[in-house]
Nanobody
């Protein structure tokens, strides 16, 4: 599967952005889909994940500010980000897992100014 992330950009602190991840095929078969991020000089970390059964998991740092969702009809994954902070600045990647197979998108840069 190919994953295409979009929606990143430059935003002021306190602002909002919505990231989208378009899959090249239907996403029904994915057990888990998620968003990860990698800031300069830091390891990639999980931001939020969503299972096929609609169970969500969020990093503590984004709880209450970010919301993950998926639209199976559009083969898309979303991340609604609110109350953005400079420390949210990173490249954001979407991920899809099916069994032992993990697929990654190319990443979209989010820059939050103070």
């Amino acid at each position: 599967v190919q994953l295409q992330a979009s929606g990143g950009g430059l935003v002021q602190g306190g602002g909002s952005l919505r990231l989208s991840c378009a899959a090249s095929r239907n996403i029904f078969s994915f057990n888990v889909m998620g968003w990860y991020r990698q800031a300069p000089g830091r390891q990639r970390e999980l931001v939020a994940s969503l299972t096929a059964g609609r169970t969500t998991n969020y990093a503590d740092s984004v709880k209450g500010r970010f919301t993950i969702s998926r639209d199976n009809r559009k083969n898309a994954l979303y991340l609604q980000m609110g109350t953005l902070r400079p420390e949210d600045t990173a490249v954001y990647y979407c991920n899809a897992k099916q069994g032992s197979i993990s697929s990654w998108g190319q990443g979209t840069l989010v820059t939050v100014s103070s």
